[in-house]
């Protein structure tokens, strides 16, 4: 049994606004703290660049992204939560360009935003030239998208309905090269909160930065309160009943209060509440939810070089214990590899026993006796520290009676894919690729030393 990974990037073009907080900080940051589940949460700066090509605009973008999650009570512990941004981590890159090799042209082709683009130059009349202005950026969206979830492996991705293909596109491109280089991803699945309302704007319809009708989410209380007594409502006087139904004002007060708040406000609206006190309401409702919030984020936008090393330390570890070893796995399976560890002939049965898996025991720094399963480059499992070499050595004695020996017992741990425990239920080593390569590279192990 492994964790559930579960993933997503929040694109660094923009203020965060209420339908941004609603809509995906709140259940984001909830869901992190549902124990069970292992979390990544990162800025996506380098699909930025695919839109803003204002360097100052993207910095300052990813700031107040990242002071806001972090406002909005996100707690990366990089263990269960991770907070980093995206361009830091540098096998993200490096995996595009594997899953490039893989991806069918003609499916980016279909993809929404490339094909919404292409669309826009034909209506132009600009029949010939139907690429006019589109980027390749824009074109490989998908891909580095792919790299994203994939570099770590995520079983869930949570988004809005506008990125289901996306991750149908990565599901594609997973099992493209796993046919290719044998079973190394998982096939990642969106997650559509269909409990999470979209929010309306100022004008009623969906809060988006293109409709120009946003509440930003930590605009000061002056600011806030002049923004809600701008939402359009319809022309009833104080004293006429109004209509919950279709009322934007309604739906943000939803959005924020309990159950029995929400009953009281349509209680308001049928007994005739004038719009400038329904207005009131709900200014204080939302800013008794956003002040506390909004005075941390004003104490983190004056720290910025606090968060700058809070987003090294996620992107540091999670390559450290993740992103690093399965890259170094892909590379091996792809073919880049070592080229002093040749296979004598190229033939395939001989390569594999030319890489048959190993146990490799050392000593540390800090006078413990560790050890290693590895196959070729790639470090399957990890130990813990021994006291002894005897020790070590009882533990590999141990697993090389796998599958025979009942104390390996796989179970999950947070900071790599799963973890060995004994009898006594201390976890003594760690695997770095999934149980079934850990296993079938225990059982060619065992296979080759039974061999004559
Ligand atoms: N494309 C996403 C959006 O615009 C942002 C994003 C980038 C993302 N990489 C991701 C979301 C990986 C989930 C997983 O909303």
Same mark, same amino acid.
């Given at each position: 049994?492994?964790?559930?990974?579960i993933?997503?990037?929040?694109t660094?073009?923009?203020?965060?606004?209420?339908?941004?907080?609603?809509?995906?900080?709140r259940?984001?940051?909830?869901?992190?703290?549902?124990?069970?589940?292992?979390?990544?949460?990162?800025?996506?700066?380098?699909?930025?660049?695919?839109?803003?090509?204002?360097p100052a605009?993207?910095?300052?973008?990813?700031l107040?992204?990242?002071?806001?999650?972090?406002?909005?009570?996100?707690?990366?512990?990089?263990?269960?939560?991770w907070?980093?941004?995206q361009?830091?981590?540098?096998?993200?890159?490096?995996?595009?360009?594997?899953?490039?090799?893989v991806?069918?042209?003609?499916?980016?082709?279909?993809?929404?935003?490339y094909?919404a683009?292409?669309d826009?130059?034909?209506?132009?009349?600009?029949?010939?030239?139907?690429?006019?202005?589109?980027?390749?950026?824009?074109?490989m969206?998908?891909?580095l998208?792919?790299?994203?979830?994939?570099?770590?492996?995520?079983?869930k991705?949570?988004?809005?309905?506008?990125?289901?293909?996306?991750?149908?596109?990565?599901?594609?491109?997973?099992?493209?090269?796993?046919?290719?280089?044998?079973?190394?991803?998982?096939?990642?699945?969106?997650?559509i909160?269909?409990?999470?309302?979209?929010?309306?704007?100022?004008?009623?319809r969906?809060?988006?930065?293109?409709?120009?009708?946003?509440?930003?989410?930590?605009?000061?209380?002056?600011?806030?309160?002049?923004?809600?007594?701008?939402?359009?409502?319809?022309?009833?006087?104080?004293g &006429?009943?109004?209509?919950?139904? /279709?009322? $934007?004002?309604?739906? %943000?007060?939803?959005?924020?209060?309990? +159950? =029995?708040?929400?009953?009281?406000?349509?209680?308001?609206?049928?007994?005739?509440?004038?719009?400038?006190?329904?207005?009131?309401?709900?200014?204080?409702?939302?800013?008794?939810?956003?002040?506390?919030?909004?005075?941390?984020?004003?104490?983190?936008?004056?720290?910025?070089?606090?968060?700058?090393?809070?987003?090294?330390?996620?992107?540091?570890?999670?390559?450290?214990?993740?992103?690093?070893?399965?890259?170094?796995?892909?590379?091996?399976?792809?073919?880049?590899?070592?080229?002093?560890?040749?296979?004598a002939?190229?033939?395939?049965?001989?390569?594999?026993?030319?890489t048959?898996?190993?146990?490799?025991?050392?000593?540390?720094?800090?006078?413990?006796?560790?050890?290693?399963?590895?196959?070729?480059?790639?470090?399957?499992?990890?130990?813990?520290?021994? &006291?002894?070499?005897?020790?070590? /050595?009882? $533990?590999?004695?141990? %697993?090389?009676?796998?599958?025979?020996? +009942? =104390?390996f017992?796989?179970?999950?741990?947070n900071d790599?894919?799963?973890?060995?425990?004994?009898?006594?239920?201390?976890e003594?080593?760690?695997?770095?690729?999934?149980?079934?390569?850990v296993?079938?590279a225990?059982?060619?192990?065992?296979?080759?030393?039974?061999a004559?």
């Amino acid at each position: 049994m492994t964790v559930t990974r579960i993933l997503t990037g929040i694109t660094t073009s923009g203020t965060p606004h209420l339908g941004n907080y609603v809509g995906a900080i709140r259940p984001a940051v909830a869901a992190s703290r549902t124990p069970g589940s292992q979390n990544f949460y990162f800025l996506a700066d380098l699909h930025a660049l695919i839109k803003v090509q204002d360097p100052a605009k993207v910095q300052r973008s990813t700031l107040e992204i990242a002071a806001s999650w972090l406002a909005c009570g996100l707690q990366p512990d990089n263990d269960r939560v991770w907070f980093y941004r995206q361009s830091d981590i540098h096998e993200i890159p490096e995996l595009t360009w594997f899953l490039t090799c893989v991806a069918s042209k003609g499916l980016l082709n279909r993809a929404h935003a490339y094909k919404a683009a292409v669309d826009r130059n034909r209506a132009e009349g600009l029949e010939d030239q139907e690429d006019h202005g589109i980027t390749a950026g824009l074109f490989m969206y998908p891909v580095l998208m792919a790299a994203d979830i994939m570099i770590f492996n995520a079983h869930k991705v949570p988004v809005g309905r506008d990125q289901i293909q996306h991750i149908e596109m990565a599901r594609d491109f997973a099992q493209r090269f796993n046919h290719l280089y044998g079973d190394h991803f998982v096939l990642p699945e969106a997650m559509i909160e269909e409990h999470v309302a979209t929010l309306p704007g100022l004008d009623g319809r969906k809060m988006s930065k293109s409709y120009d009708n946003t509440i930003p989410l930590f605009a000061p209380r002056d600011q806030l309160k002049k923004l809600i007594f701008s939402i359009v409502t319809d022309s009833r006087m104080p004293g &006429e009943a109004k209509d919950t139904e /279709g009322s $934007a004002l309604f739906q %943000l007060y939803q959005a924020f209060a309990s +159950a =029995e708040e929400t009953e009281a406000m349509r209680a308001a609206f049928a007994d005739g509440i004038g719009w400038g006190d329904a207005k009131q309401r709900l200014f204080e409702r939302v800013d008794a939810e956003i002040a506390p919030l909004r005075d941390r984020y004003e104490t983190l936008m004056a720290k910025p070089a606090l968060i700058e090393q809070q987003l090294l330390d996620g992107a540091r570890t999670a390559r450290e214990r993740l992103g690093t070893p399965f890259m170094r796995q892909l590379r091996e399976a792809v073919g880049l590899r070592n080229l002093s560890k040749m296979p004598a002939e190229a033939d395939s049965t001989r390569e594999k026993s030319a890489t048959l898996p190993a146990f490799k025991q050392y000593r540390e720094r800090d006078g413990k006796f560790y050890f290693k399963l590895v196959d070729g480059d790639a470090v399957l499992l990890q130990s813990a520290g021994f &006291e002894s070499p005897k020790d070590a /050595g009882k $533990a590999i004695a141990m %697993l090389r009676k796998y599958p025979g020996d +009942a =104390e390996f017992a796989v179970t999950s741990r947070n900071d790599a894919v799963f973890a060995l425990r004994d009898s006594t239920g201390h976890e003594y080593a760690w695997g770095f690729a999934s149980s079934e390569a850990v296993r079938a590279a225990l059982a060619r192990l065992a296979e080759a030393e039974a061999a004559p």
